[in-house]
């Protein structure tokens, strides 16, 4: 087990209607708001008026239509520049996890006298961020509980997690109602996005009987959860549950104390969403059964054993290699019963940029030092797999 | 699912040798601190002297021979007044969860111009509290993570939960080669009270897939891990697997969302400790199994079953009320196999004052209300089952 430092210090504020609190919780940081959102969703379904109505008393100032695998520019230019102008105390993100992600970067750019691109890129350190409080509506990426964010640069096709201490929501509100009309496309993908998660932390080295039951557990409640959520889109119980298990994805407590993994699905994933724009939950789900079997060998294989046993219940007493199939297979149905395309193909990616792509990932993921090494060929190779 | 609020500010740093960052981490607090220990366990293994040395540049005061269920009088008056008296910045506790909880509850008398005991007893709100930094050195009550503590006044045979969100620590040191010297009662102690604080959130009428999957997690690798620190004291993964185990006992995060439970082992054993001073992990581990037969019914078997088949692998094939009965069994044979002392009559206590521990219990511990209702006569029963 190896040495670790662990703070979450963000208040998860969770259930029907606790909303209502939020002229309380802003009151605590101040009078001036930035409020992100994204496409107009929380319009739709009546959040934005809410919103509106009870910070009736604050001075509120707007960034609205963040996109998907949220843009350096214009939206976190925009945002840092509105923050600046007119001496925002606190940013208010409302939306899926991309809107936060954005708004993580807004926040340290917005204390940050140079270009916000540094902060992002790691060159300067940030020094101080505003402090962010969200609601967030879609339940995937566990922003709400970690302290990053990934932003694109569109020129460059980068693709950048960005994560500072500083970044961690001080107040996650997270009502499940607000994931009731979340589409069958999105439900599915933040299943897989949040799933993702956990087998980014699961496959490695060196793990705990504790951090391996959370994950497991993790696991089959998303595939349980998920399903429910599919066919009764309304079903509070299921979007609640679906909704602690994404929050908990990314924030580390899954894997306290274990050897590092890489987390290669995502640096992987960030290039095909760089170039082409793709779901990101999407695009892992398709990667991830490609890369476990290019991965699967006599180092690897007791760690699929016991995620096929104990995730999918497969026959303990089989030949390894034939349990480590299985659990791929396994995998690679659950996401297809949840609808997901599985093909790269049926996303709009085919083989032109491969070599281009697996170049980008091997120069700046890190991946060689992944849990299993993955150097450039072995990348493209996965990506060919995924075609 | 239950509405909830959380949040854990306290930062957790684990590991071997940790404790080489203390000065750093006690210089953001103060140059004056209460430090706070026991009966000497910690100068036996050399971290007092370790702690003095780190902290030469520091003004220390001490307060010493903090005893198992700590004592209002002396202990936390005694705290309360050095506070005073010296403007002191930060609490250091080095110990098990018994001088943290002490320290809890000097941390906020130290801050109040009244009795103390107003605030153990929720006479009165605390407004404020010193902070709290622990270095842990016994594996069980969870306290370097919570905001509670357990006080005991000798006069009145109260011994009262103290929490607080005030009270949380602000760090918590934890570095496993500390508990190599707990003792063989100690660590099985330490293991019944941490499987208790998970059995005590498990069985309520309403949970989710996570939490039950988190929680027999936590139960399986506590029965793994105590087993092999007995067998090898020094066996590092096995204590630091044991160490983190217990953290997460008493904080919530086994069960948000639930459905409360009521805590009633807890609630019962906390007469026996405060009438016989027994140690508090052995008389939940004897309670509990009692506890256990006394409410199985049509109402809770269904949760025994889920327990009794996830957390000790029993045949799901059979007439529910036989799983539950297996699963009782096994959890006693657990306990057994630990060598705890499984009768109260083994840590000296008799039939002579149950029916008056029994009455303290229902009058003070709200069991009417826990999920399975105990009356009076209900936890006079159990505990003279467990005679």
């Known amino acids: 087990m190896q040495n670790f430092n ?19 919780v802003m009151s605590g940081f101040g009078k001036k708001i930035l409020l992100t959102y994204g496409g107009g969703s929380i319009k739709k379904i009546g959040l934005y008026d809410k919103v509106k109505g009870l910070l009736k008393d604050f001075e509120i100032y707007e960034l609205a239509d963040i996109q998907p695998n949220p843009k350096y520019d214009p939206s976190v230019l925009d945002g840092v520049r509105i923050c600046k102008e007119n001496n925002v105390d606190v940013i208010l993100s409302v939306g899926g996890g991309s809107v ?13 006298d140079g270009d916000p691109w540094d902060l992002i890129s790691y060159k300067v350190k940030a020094q101080a961020a505003l402090p962010i409080v969200d609601i967030i509506t879609l339940a995937a990426t566990g ?19 960005y994560m500072d201490s500083l970044l961690y929501p001080v107040v996650s509100f997270l009502d499940p109602t ?10 599915a993908a933040g299943c897989a996005d949040a799933m993702n998660h956990i087998m980014e932390q699961y496959f490695c080295e060196d793990s705990t009987l504790l951090n391996d039951g959370f994950m497991e557990a993790g696991l089959k409640s998303l595939m349980v959860n998920a399903k429910k959520c599919l066919e009764n889109p309304e079903d509070y119980t299921a979007r609640a549950e679906m909704m602690l298990d994404c929050t908990y994805g990314c924030n580390g407590i899954y894997s306290l104390g274990n050897s590092p993994s890489g987390w290669p699905c995502h640096g992987m994933e960030h290039a095909l969403s760089a170039y082409y724009d793709i779901t990101h ?31 999918f219940g497969i026959d303990a007493n089989q030949d390894k290699f034939a349990i480590a199939e299985q659990a791929i297979d396994a995998t690679y149905k659950f996401f297809e019963s949840i609808n997901i395309p599985m093909h790269l193909k049926e996303v709009g990616i085919d083989e032109s940029r491969i070599d281009e792509m697996a170049k980008h990932v091997a120069d700046n ?20 797999a995924s075609l």
């Open 281 to 311: 939950g999407e695009g892992l789900a398709i990667i991830t059964p490609r890369w476990m079997k290019h991965i699967l060998s006599e180092k690897t294989v007791d760690r699929f054993v016991k995620y096929g046993v104990n995730v």
């Open 178 to 187: 607000y994931t009731f009309t979340v589409s069958k496309k999105q439900t």
């Open 100 to 112: 936060l992600d954005c708004s993580k970067a807004i926040a340290a750019g917005a204390k940050y």
């Open 365 to 384: 993921e890190g991946l060689e030092n992944a849990w299993a090494t993955l150097m450039q060929k072995d990348i493209a190779d996965i990506f060919r």
């Open 6 to 24: 662990y703070q979450t210090p963000t208040r998860l504020i969770f259930g029907k209607d606790v909303v209502e609190s939020l002229p309380e």
């Open 143 to 161: 922003s709400e509980y970690d302290p990053g964010g990934v932003i694109s640069r569109t020129e460059t096709n980068d693709k950048i997690g």
